[in-house]
């Protein structure tokens, strides 16, 4: 394969919800680009993407897999990426490399959920859109509908540039209003005729025609000008309007295809050639925020946004040429490490077949092997440059689960395995949990971890237990308390003696520390010599006031005061759980000029602050999350009901192109498996996000059952 130049590249992305065809279009446009000379079909587990066993198993896609094309002496660059909100990894990594998505739809649905997800996601990353209709030749094929909900959807911005002229299970044809010619196809290989428009179809082109016109001379004011003068534009001219309008989101020109059959695949990619944005047009941000653009004659750089383990292959990176010109056996340096990486082997890639080439230029995208240090979000540079380029940053989990092997022998190798699946799908998250002392995994659905479960078993011949994980409470109080222990040990010899008398009381935002109490109905004012506070690793805060006076406890022993409270606070009084925002008064105690000495002074404080707290109105709090849920408005009510049965405190309610959206406050508590629950109450149309909040008390009842839980747990160890 030649080297393509800059300008001669495009970088694609195929979105879209699950069965709209993205990768039947993936393998139509492989067959128009020569990579391929037959077309494998989803059903028959052939096709070039969704090439790994367990997509076939499954009949969609779970990776995102980059492919190529050469077409019209253009390098079709594609990344065809899952439809289910569970793999968006995959797409959210596409947009960091790809200058232009398609968004395929299916002609039988129209707008769906995850439609409008990723048509969310492409704004957010600046990424034009060209939309796809496809499936016109299903049974249940609507062109009104598709219209429709694009409206609802995208207002405005759909520009009509071809319509269908039989949807339906006998669809062999559009119009295109942009060539102002009917495209017929006489076969399921993409053989077409470019026919004069019928007349029963005339008046209908005309109009779009003109609107398509009305919508190009918008983006130019010498566009403008002539549109006004002439009311009419050419077709370059046209394509240079929508090019503009596409550049700024404004405009999302609107194909008819069926990918199934090859029709209008090769118009697509037409207009994309000469429409959308090549990689030079586009620039990238660095981490100290500075522009690079994507220009050849610049300094090498290259961004890997994938890393995968292939079979004779090992560990691949996949990457774009963000500037320069790659050359084979290129010595690059990692800026954030300072680690020196050899480009041994470039590769241009569709799915498995890697093809072995000698150079990138900038705006390419390729994937190479052996480095030794460099992963997903790292930037390789020429030497001297300190070019790094800003993080892909994935969507927060959306399902948690607690993990551990069935058998004790498996867990360190079930560790590595998770691992080597959290390098290869940022996505998916591992950590050991040492407050739960549990192993959490995260992901963005329960099919996601399915899916991970399946490759232990599969891959690695691991069984694994999957389990709701505990739930990090926190102890705090809410009145003041006071309390005091001697702690007093004789042995023989030196013996151990301490005592602390101490108070206890909330910190509440808002409300400043005082010195004076009431007590049993006396009043208490203390001596406050020193304070220290501490802001705890798990959130709030620890006051801690010296009040001692005349002696009573030597200065000495207050760091052994503090370590006896820090050592309770960090397995609460309540459930075990962390204590936070407590003020601590030390306000007297007794020594023994032989017997008393640290650890001494370390268990009397921890049994008083334990006393205290039991004393001054304890609480459980619990993590609560923001939630929004966005839902077709037919299942509004389920929702709803559904989230007031998990303790949701409703916020806020309204609609957002076509969606109800619900925002609540949720506890985590009440969270597992949220995303399944969703998917089965609305048959997997609606999508949510969710963000920790902040934590909040638990009702009675709820405290009642965890303290009773955790009586029964001491009882059992």
């Keep these: 394969m030649k080297a393509y130049s800059t300008q001669n590249i495009r970088n694609v992305v195929l979105l879209g919800s699950s069965k709209s065809g993205k990768t039947t279009l993936s393998e139509a446009m492989l067959f128009e680009g020569k990579v391929i000379d037959r077309r494998g ?3 028959a587990g052939n096709t070039v993407s969704d090439n790994s066993e367990i997509e076939q198993t499954n009949q969609r896609s779970i990776y995102s897999t980059p492919l190529y094309a050469e077409f019209m002496d253009t390098k079709f660059n594609i990344i065809d990426t899952p439809g289910s909100d569970d793999f968006v990894g995959g797409a959210v990594s596409a947009f960091k490399v790809c200058d232009t998505g398609i968004l395929v739809m299916n002609a039988q649905q129209g707008v769906e959920v995850g439609t409008e997800i990723f048509a969310r996601y492409a704004e957010q990353y600046n990424v034009p859109l060209i939309v796809a209709v496809n499936q016109l030749d299903g049974e249940k094929a609507s062109w009104e509908n598709v219209l429709e909900t694009m409206k609802e959807a995208f207002g405005s911005k759909p520009a009509i540039v071809q319509f269908p002229a039989n949807p339906g299970t006998g669809f062999d044809g559009f119009i295109d209003v942009l060539k102002m010619k009917y495209y017929h196809f006489k076969d399921d290989n993409g053989t077409r005729e470019d026919l004069e428009i019928p007349a029963e179809y005339k008046d209908e082109a005309d109009e779009l025609r003109a609107a398509l016109i009305e919508k190009a001379a918008e983006y130019d004011d010498t566009l403008m000008e002539k549109f006004f003068d002439t009311g009419e534009l050419s077709e370059d001219e ?7 309008g596409l550049r700024s989101g404004e ?22 050639i000469r429409t959308a944005p090549s990689p030079a047009e586009r620039t990238a941000r660095t981490v100290d925020g500075k522009e690079i653009e994507c220009k050849q004659d610049a300094p090498t750089s290259l961004f890997i946004y994938k890393t995968a383990v292939e079979s004779h292959l090992g560990e691949v990176a996949y990457f774009k040429v963000m500037s320069g010109e790659l050359t084979e056996g290129q010595d690059l340096e990692n800026p954030a490490t300072g680690d020196k990486e050899r480009i041994s082997t470039i590769y241009a890639v569709a799915g498995k077949k890697k093809e072995k080439v000698s150079d990138l230029y900038a705006g390419d995208i390729g994937c190479t092997v052996k480095l030794r240090n460099a992963k997903t979000n790292v930037t390789l540079s020429q030497t001297g440059t300190e070019i790094e380029y800003e993080h892909i940053v994935f969507p927060a989990s959306k399902f948690r689960t607690a993990v551990k092997a069935k058998e004790q022998k498996d867990e360190e190798k079930m560790g590595e395995a998770l691992a080597k699946m959290s390098a290869e799908d940022p996505t998916i998250i591992v950590e050991y949990s040492k407050e739960l002392k549990q192993t959490i995994l995260k992901g963005q659905g329960e099919q996601h971890i399915n899916i991970v479960r399946t490759r232990l078993k599969n891959e690695n011949k691991i069984e694994i237990e999957l389990f ?9 109080i809410t009145k003041v308390a006071t309390a005091n222990y001697r702690h007093k040990k004789q042995s023989g010899g030196a013996g151990q003696f301490g005592e602390v008398h101490l108070l206890v009381c909330p910190i509440v935002e808002g409300v400043e520390a005082t ?6 109905g006396k009043e208490m004012v203390l001596n406050i010599k020193s304070k220290e506070s501490f802001d705890l690793e798990w959130g709030g805060k620890l006051e801690f006031y010296n009040c001692i006076v005349g002696g009573a406890i030597d200065a000495r022993f207050m760091p052994a005061i503090l370590k006896g409270i820090m050592d309770k606070m960090s397995e609460g009084p309540l459930t075990g759980s962390l204590a936070r925002d407590i003020r601590v008064y030390v306000y007297d105690g007794k020594m023994h000029p032989v017997d008393s000495n640290e650890i001494s002074f370390v268990l009397a404080a921890r049994n008083a602050f334990k006393e205290a707290f039991r004393n001054a109105g304890p609480k459980i709090m619990e993590p609560i999350y923001s939630l929004e849920v966005m839902t077709p408005s037919e299942y509004m009510g389920s929702c709803m009901s559904d989230l007031q049965n998990r303790r949701a405190l409703i916020e806020g309610m309204g609609s957002e192109k076509g969606f109800d959206v619900i925002k609540a406050r949720v506890p985590l508590a009440e969270l597992y498996k949220y995303s ?10 609606a999508t949510f996000t969710m963000q920790f909040a902040d934590y909040q008390p638990v009702p009675g009842d709820v405290q009642e059952k965890l303290l009773k839980a955790y009586m029964e747990q001491d009882k059992d160890e």
Excluded: H, Q, W
Excluded at 238 to 244: C, F, N, T, V, Y
Excluded at 468 to 476: L, W
Excluded at 515 to 520: G, L
């Design 238 to 244: 046209i394509r240079k309007g929508l090019g503009l």
């Design 515 to 520: 010195n004076r109490f009431r007590i049993d």
């Design 676 to 685: 399944t629950s969703l998917s089965s109450l609305t048959s997997g149309s």
């Design 468 to 476: 709701p994980p505990k739930i990090s409470y926190r102890e705090t």
């Design 41 to 43: 079909t989803v059903e």
């Design 251 to 272: 405009v999302m020109p609107v194909f008819c295809l069926s990918a199934k059959k090859d029709i209008g695949v090769k118009r697509l990619m037409e207009f994309t």
